[in-house]
């Protein structure tokens, strides 16, 4: 794929040609670089997540409702001393969050942002969070024949029957899914391409190339980020040839013939790089004005997304279009190292890092959950081009792409571009298992997962102590799901959460939250807990004082002024998310890939409403069970390995 140039261009067709041939595109107006894909931080300040810094958990306390996918909550801050530790009230320390996803950028997130997998209900508020209070009215007051009174009192029904009527679907004849949202207060757009394909989509050996993908997906065409295709297209063939050589030397011990191979692996990487121009899908859009360039990938899907002005939309379609059915895996193992890197600084190297891996491979064990977005060292380095082409043309299908574009434009004109650059193309592989079916086969049957624990794992690491457990529950699916939402928000969203008014107010821990859904929310997954014990506690404490808080909410049903907040907020949370095209261009896609249809956006609310005292304690019953729970102690100490146990119960 990736050397096969005069096929790629074939498969790109004459429209895309023609348009990134055309001098407006600046091919040949080299600039400096302007964008490198590199992966942000596994344990980022939370922008988007559930669980890692990526940790996009909780957006404004109990905004966490409908945010499983967009913007996020506050930055996680891990105090190193006790002087370090935030002493007013503006800011409580949040523990660490193991890394569940992986993006890409090539300019620093808006406020809020990162990459990790988020339940949808927590991208909704995170979405919201992210607009800003107030704006979706103010946005849908221009449109005719609707008042400002209607607007803003009580806002949800004249700005949901807005939204409903500026939203236009269609689906291609290859099974590709478009959205187009009308704002036109602004000359902009926002695009957004989900891909249902993550890291769970991976088989044993392979892990992490969903990720370097995701990375590779930046390396243009063979019309975009070379001046030579032709001789780039021999390169990589001599290339590969050479890798594979090389690591069959490796295997059988000839390390007379592997150093012989490594010397000419280099000379022709670096014959290759000479070719190669560093960023040109990047530099493009932004010298036309492109904004937010970025990527995540996560355990159930990769996203792409960028916003432009209205009149670049024809660019977009061009340049997006040619790197899903035309891509060319350059400096593939390049990249390969600095994913290798990335996986160093933010795992390796980071005690956190490595624990909360450990922590997933023991919850998750034999499942795919249980292996890392970002991939194990072996796997990387074994990974070349042909694995990559075919995970690539296996998974990377028009049906597995919904794409939406939120903004300034015109449905009838979308389509027609979609026609043109889209309509022509047709899976690599004549495999029609998407991955969502591959997903749902290896998912755990049954409503509610059954229990696997209890698991222990324990390990002395040079960092705070830190606590942490984990209770099987559902995946998103689940009629269950909106009680679940609920029942995390009641417990940690906010200072007037039960366990921040119970357990950090008097002063028993440092820190306590939870993250509804771990590592991913397509299938069974982990409902997390966790908290700092206050200097001179132990791990041991932290469980006891948790446990006890859970055993009284079980004992003692919720009252409905516990729930208000979060009824509130699912609201709030969906209408300010209509006053950002971004937001609503991810939420768009991922209601419709996910659900079924982007319409089930709109019923959110609905559900959170539907969820009384009695579905929270019920499903608190069922979750909050020893046998369900899969707990992890870290102590401050020098690393001595982890010690995993089957504790009686």
């Known amino acids: 794929m990736g050397g096969c140039t005069m096929a790629a261009e074939l498969r790109m067709g004459p ?162 899914r478009w959205l187009v949202l009308e704002r036109h207060n602004a000359p902009v757009i926002a695009c957004h391409t989900y891909a249902d394909v993550g890291a769970s989509v991976e088989v044993a050996g392979q892990t992490g190339i969903a990720h370097l993908l995701e990375h590779m997906a930046f390396k243009g065409t063979a019309r975009v980020g070379t001046t030579d295709p032709r001789r780039e297209a021999q390169l990589l063939d001599s290339i590969d040839e050479v890798f594979y050589s090389m690591r069959d030397a490796e295997a059988s011990g000839n390390s007379a013939r592997v150093s012989k191979l490594r010397d000419e692996f280099a000379r022709l990487l670096a014959a290759a790089e000479q070719l190669a121009v560093p960023n040109e899908y990047g530099s493009i859009l ?19 997304y960028v916003s432009l002005p209205a009149n670049k939309l024809e660019l977009w379609m061009a340049l997006e279009s ?12 390049n990249e390969k190292e600095v994913v290798k890197e990335e ?43 042909r694995e990559v082409d075919a995970f690539f043309a296996r998974h990377y299908r028009p049906d597995t792409l919904t794409c939406a574009v939120a903004g300034d434009v015109d449905p009838t004109t979308v389509q027609r571009l979609a026609e043109k650059y889209f309509g022509p193309w047709r899976p690599f592989s ?36 830190f606590y942490m457990e984990g209770y099987l529950r559902p995946p998103s699916s689940s009629p269950l799901d909106p009680s679940l939402s609920v029942l995390c928000d009641v417990l940690s ?16 821990l440092l820190s306590v939250d939870a993250a509804e859904s771990f590592p991913g929310d397509q299938m069974a997954t982990l409902l997390l807990l966790y908290g700092i014990p206050k200097p001179g506690s132990s791990t041991e404490d932290v469980a006891s004082l948790l446990h006890s808080e859970l055993d009284s909410l079980l004992s003692q049903p919720l009252t409905e002024d516990e729930l208000l907040p979060a009824k509130k907020s699912a609201k709030a949370g969906l209408l300010e998310a209509f006053g950002s095209n971004r937001a609503m261009a991810r939420l768009l896609c991922e209601y419709e890939a996910t659900t079924g249809s982007w319409a089930n956006l709109l019923q959110e609310p609905d559900k959170i409403q539907a969820v009384a005292p009695n579905d929270i304690q019920a499903v608190a019953r069922r979750l909050f069970r020893p046998d369900n729970r899969v707990a992890g102690h870290v102590s401050m100490g020098p690393f001595d390995g982890f010690s995993v146990s089957a504790p009686s119960m």
């Open 343 to 385: 996986r160093r600084l933010r795992v390796d190297n980071s005690p956190y890092g490595r624990f909360s891996e450990e922590f997933a491979r023991v919850a998750f064990a034999g499942a795919p959950y249980g292996r890392p977005v970002i991939g194990y060292p072996g796997d990387l380095e074994a990974l070349g081009r």
């Open 493 to 508: 969203s906010g200072r007037t959460s039960r366990l921040f008014r119970r357990l950090v107010v008097p002063g028993k």
């Open 286 to 304: 932004a010298r036309q004005g492109g904004v937010g360039l970025n990527a995540a990938t996560s355990q159930d899907n990769t996203e792409y």
């Open 15 to 176: 429209a895309v040609g023609e348009l990134l041939s055309s001098p407006s595109c600046g091919l040949n107006n080299h600039s400096p670089t302007l964008y490198r894909p590199l992966c942000r931080h596994l344990f980022a300040s939370p922008t988007h997540n559930p669980l890692h810094a990526n940790s996009t958990q909780k957006a404004n306390g109990i905004r966490r409702h409908l945010n499983r996918r967009i913007l996020p909550p506050r930055p996680l801050v891990i105090a190193s001393s006790q002087r370090d530790c935030p002493q007013n009230d503006a800011a409580p320390i949040a523990p660490p969050l193991p890394p569940s996803s992986a993006e890409s950028s090539n300019a620093a997130p808006p406020a809020g942002a990162s990459a990790a997998q988020l339940s949808r209900r927590q991208a909704l508020i995170a979405a919201g969070a992210a607009a800003g209070t107030g704006l979706a009215p103010a946005a849908l007051r221009h449109r005719p024949g609707l008042t400002a009174a209607e607007s803003v009192s009580d806002g949800e029904p004249a700005a949901i029957a807005a939204l409903r009527e500026r939203v236009s679907a269609f689906t291609l004849s290859n099974g590709m």
């Open 430 to 465: 004549p495999d029609p298992r998407a991955a969502a079916e591959l997903r749902a086969a290896a998912a755990i049957a049954g409503e509610w997962p059954q229990a696997q624990g209890p698991k222990e794992v324990r390990a002395s690491l040079p960092a705070n102590p």
């Open 322 to 333: 040619g790197r899903f059915i035309a891509p060319v895996f350059r400096q593939l193992y």
